[in-house]
């Protein structure tokens, strides 16, 4: 699960826009952070920058003000395959052909891929990531089509790129690409583009800025003109004493000309977008329009921002539902509703679902920071105290954790606790979902022995039984608190954590919520019902579980 943003304008440079845009998104990935831009002209690569850690650190030394880009594209990594955190930083990019992708999400048939591009002998794939196997297929894939025919842009997009990309998305075509991924890049001398898998799995947004002078330009206007009418004024005055009245008219007429001129100005600054949340691209910095790509849409903007605009393939609807309950920040739009809406409502479905808990509960905990607006509508709907754990200030989720054992030390030093709220009571704990488990095994722990009676685990996610092949780096079933949704396996969960109850708000609650039918949503997670083949996936699978079992096997 990452974060990307791309951006193209007609007028002001972007950099500055797609790294703030970044910062917003770091949330979805702090392994890595860049970003590639075009130069001023969008006729060549402008900068490459790319880093260990969270946007926020990686560009704390960057001067912005001299990246001067009329398009860039971001990236903001959370890791599922390699381990590299430097070498598999995006973007990634192919300067022979000028192309650059930053890609969220995952890349089921991986291994397939890289197979079929090394039996040419004229790619090497560089890095461990799941992108550069994407971004090589693409690549190919133009070629195979002969794109450096085009002769003009229109050519190039409706004749080669668009069927480049319905190549792409083919899983059944050689350098087909199977998975759940959303895709932004750069075609250096052409334009922005993006792009869905053919289920639309992964999030992505467009939205458009419109103003009808560039802000900064217009004060520096200002600014220049009123020096200008500094000086001139000095110059009147000489001009009175020595032109008398008639000069002194004229000049005032000709300040007034330029006035008009630059006030009749008619000039549109345009700037389009996309990114992976609205966060990225909010109202107060002028973008609305806000759109969700649909499954298997491309765009396409030039540097005439001319847009292009297309379903390539789509397979059918597949939105993977745990982004708005967990991944997405909270002033973010999912289906047309805010995303913190979504979690109140959420919780009071899990209010009117988990009713006959009300009496036995004394007073409601969230855990921070993603289950506090359902925490809040069971605590209002049952009339309850609410509150008893803060989070640390550090941004890091625990999901984010590489490993397990990083996993659990983030658990450990991720929350403090109001004893006052907890001694002697029974308390509600009201989480966004259960995985691993780590977190409310962690934090069961924690309550008992401040003294809490009973502890109540509500979840308003169902139970999460499958692994992800689609961007969350869950893949083995073993890793998961659960793997089956029945009574005795959620039992089994329950005496693992040491609830006293353990609660999963069913399906049909959220997918109401989220205004979702059954059939319009990837179901691997919950149901182990995938929309795509994973008999590659699990093969990469296998073959990184014997490379994990020789390293160890090395060590002792």
């Known amino acids: 699960m990452c974060g990307i943003i791309g951006m193209i304008s007609n007028g002001r440079s972007v950099s500055r826009e797609v790294v703030q845009g970044l910062v917003a998104l770091q949330h979805r990935g702090r392994d890595s952070s860049g970003i590639i831009t075009t130069n001023r002209d969008g006729s060549e690569f402008g900068s490459i920058i790319r880093g260990v850690g969270p946007a926020k650190e990686v560009f704390q030394e960057v001067n912005l003000d001299k990246i001067v880009a009329r398009a860039a594209v971001g990236h903001d990594r959370y890791s599922t395959i390699g381990s590299n955190l430097s070498g598999d930083a995006q973007p990634l990019y192919k300067s022979k052909t000028g192309i650059v992708i930053a890609h969220n999400g995952h890349i089921a048939n991986y291994l397939r891929i890289k197979e079929e591009l090394k039996k040419r002998k004229s790619y090497y794939l560089a890095t461990q990531c799941d992108a550069e196997a994407l971004l090589c297929a693409l690549v190919q894939n133009m070629i195979d089509i002969k794109s450096y025919e085009a002769v003009d842009t229109p050519q190039f997009v409706n004749e080669k790129f668009f069927p480049a990309i319905r ?213 209002k709907a049952w009339d309850k105290p609410f509150g008893g754990i803060e989070a640390a200030d550090d941004g890091i989720r625990s999901f984010l954790g590489g490993t397990q054992t990083e996993r659990e030390l983030i658990a450990y030093f991720k929350f403090s606790y109001n004893p006052h709220r907890i001694e002697g009571k029974s308390v509600g704990v009201i989480d966004d979902s259960v995985v691993r488990g780590t977190i409310s095994r962690s934090l069961v722990k924690a309550l008992y022995d401040l003294g809490a009676k009973e502890v109540h685990f509500i979840s308003v996610y169902p139970p999460f039984i499958g692994i992800c092949a689609g961007g969350i780096d869950v893949p083995e079933e073993r890793e998961l608190l659960l793997n089956e949704n029945t009574p005795d396996a959620i039992e089994t969960a329950r005496q693992t954590i040491n609830a006293t109850t353990l609660n999963y708000l069913s399906r049909n609650r959220l997918l109401r919520t989220l205004n979702l039918t059954e059939d319009s949503v990837c179901n691997g997670c919950t149901k182990k019902e995938y929309p795509f083949d994973l008999s590659d996936y699990y093969r990469f699978q296998e073959q990184r579980r014997n490379e994990r079992l020789e390293m160890e096997r090395t060590r002792t």
């Open 167 to 379: 190549a792409t998305l083919d899983p059944e075509a050689k350098y087909g690409v199977i998975g759940a991924y959303s895709v932004v890049g750069l075609s250096i001398d052409r334009g922005l583009f993006a792009f869905k898998d053919p289920h639309g799995t992964r999030p992505l947004i467009f939205a458009q800025r419109r103003e009808r002078k560039k802000l900064r330009e217009r004060g520096e206007l200002i600014e220049q003109r009123e020096g200008r009418e500094l000086i001139e004024r000095k110059e009147q005055r000489e001009i009175m004493e020595l032109r008398g009245q008639r000069e002194r008219r004229e000049q005032r007429e000709q300040r007034e000309l330029i006035k008009q001129k630059d006030e009749t100005e008619n000039d549109e600054e345009i700037t389009y977008a996309f990114a992976s949340e609205s966060v990225a691209l909010p109202k107060l910095r002028g973008f609305d329009k806000y759109e969700e790509l649909g499954p298997g849409e491309a765009v396409f903007i030039d540097f005439k921002m001319n847009i292009y605009r297309k379903t390539i393939l789509s397979l059918g609807k597949k939105t993977c539902k745990f982004e708005p309950v967990y991944f997405a920040k909270g002033v973010s739009y999912f289906n047309g509703k805010v995303i913190e809406d979504i979690r109140y409502e959420l919780g009071l479905e899990a209010a009117d679902e988990f009713s006959y808990l009300k009496d036995r509960i004394d007073n409601i905990l969230a855990v921070p920071k993603t289950a506090i607006r359902a925490a809040e509508a069971i605590a």
